[in-house]
DNA sequence: TCTCCTGGTGCTATTATCGCACCTCAAGTG
DNA sequence: CACTTGAGGTGCGATAATAGCACCAGGAGA
């Protein structure tokens, strides 16, 4: 279902990030058979392959001949923007508990958005569950148009980033999951290029005035703590 | 430095993933040439690796002409262990809270100790701050100590799990880290099998009665919790 | 007992990969 | 300004790694 990229340079390799994506996606185990028909692969490839991830700890074998995702691939996913994440993370934080909602770090790949850190409010009963790894398209939801507004203006693009860029941050109502509202700010770099946004997710609708101001305090923060790189 | 691994089942599959950790390893970001050197290949072969890397979102090339770890990694580890995590978080809130200390999921792998999950106190103005996809030798710490107690006894262990074995709990100090004192409970599987150890850190002493038994409940909630799937 | 499906393993034809030569471009350097 | 040096990027052939076959072993179920 995911991946239907025709071809990458290197086969053998392709075939083995398709294979640990496979694996990922069942969180309860996969046999070497089984992996090989969803792959699409040589049962005996597989099982090299998988071979291959095991040594790396990218996936592991269970006792009931099932494969896992192993340990190895939150080591990598540790060093994922640590410095934007470790920058971040504290002012999540504040932000999470000064409004109560969900607070988020978002940033672009290629046309989608992806979270790549959450931090939720601890005084809160009830609040938005979102997911570290959530991506969605960068044109759908808060977090993703916040992101375009960092961009020069492109044609075509949705009325509410031409909107948005004057106040400088978007607000989105419903757009990922009905009922969830949300709000975020772009973080630029350097040189001014969007790097990623910051916002925050609630059940119901946001005080724009209150919320807004602190959410662009913590991507002035986010801009500034970042800029020395 | 890392992976001394002489040889690999798929050789593409593994230079890939060499190259993968490199990128890894350099969060400021590392060229192709740079990339070949570290890894021990042609500087064409990085090229074509790092395309198909590049395709799965797990590279990005910036730029700068440097390559950093992309968003697709974060998605594999979101996966792992989901059932573990999602149902350790609450718990480890509550350690966390409860005990003032820093609170973390730790599972075993091969002949290490990683950590797959950490909740940081909130109310504590000074904690340890324990890294996620840490990785230290299993015989080294409260954590890893803890997932030995729950293997039948071993020729040659330490006295610490030969001793905690009864206690039920592993206690350490300065082991990992000088100055700070950690406290391990294991987590077995349906099959009394060692799944993982739930424990604390602290930066001092540790009521052990208090604390223990805090551990071991958690220990036991998530014990209880995950012998449905 | 027999069958069927699974995991696992040598072995060779074939195919993907490796590494060379080559090009472009930008930054130093005389 | 010409020259050098080092970077990223690309086409192509020989070679080496891989794909897929045949085959073995074991467990579940009929």
């Avoid at 990030?17 to 069942?26: D, G, T, Y």
């Avoid at 999540?92 to 978002?106: C, K, M, P, S, V």
Wanted: glycine residues 12%; proline residues 5%; aromatic residues 4%.
């Amino acid at each position: 279902m995911p991946d239907d990229t025709p071809a990458a340079g290197a086969k053998t390799l392709d075939n083995g990030i398709r294979v640990l994506k496979a694996v990922a996606a069942h969180p309860q185990g996969l046999g070497v058979t089984e992996i090989a028909r969803v792959v699409g692969i040589h049962r005996t490839v597989a099982y090299r392959l998988l071979g291959t991830l095991t040594q790396h700890s990218l996936v592991s074998l269970g006792k009931d001949g099932h494969y896992r995702l192993g340990p190895g691939v939150v080591e990598l996913s540790m060093s994922l923007r640590s410095d934007l994440r470790s920058v971040a993370r504290p002012h999540l934080r504040d932000l999470a508990e000064a409004t109560g909602a969900t607070a988020h770090l978002t940033i672009l790949d290629g046309q989608d958005a992806v979270s790549i850190a959450v931090v939720e409010p601890g005084n809160v009963g009830v609040h938005v569950a979102y997911r570290v790894g959530f991506r969605h398209p960068v044109t759908v939801g808060a977090a993703g148009l916040a992101i375009l507004l960092g961009r020069s203006p492109q044609p075509g693009e949705r009325a509410e980033v031409t909107a948005g860029r004057g106040r400088g941050f978007a607000a989105s109502q419903g757009e990922l999951q009905s009922g969830a509202w949300g709000l975020s700010a772009p973080v630029t770099g350097v040189d001014g290029e969007p790097v990623a946004s910051v916002g925050v997710i609630a059940l119901g609708p946001l005080d724009e005035a209150a919320t807004s101001s602190l959410v662009l305090r913590a991507a002035d923060c986010l801009r500034r703590a970042t800029e020395f790189t």
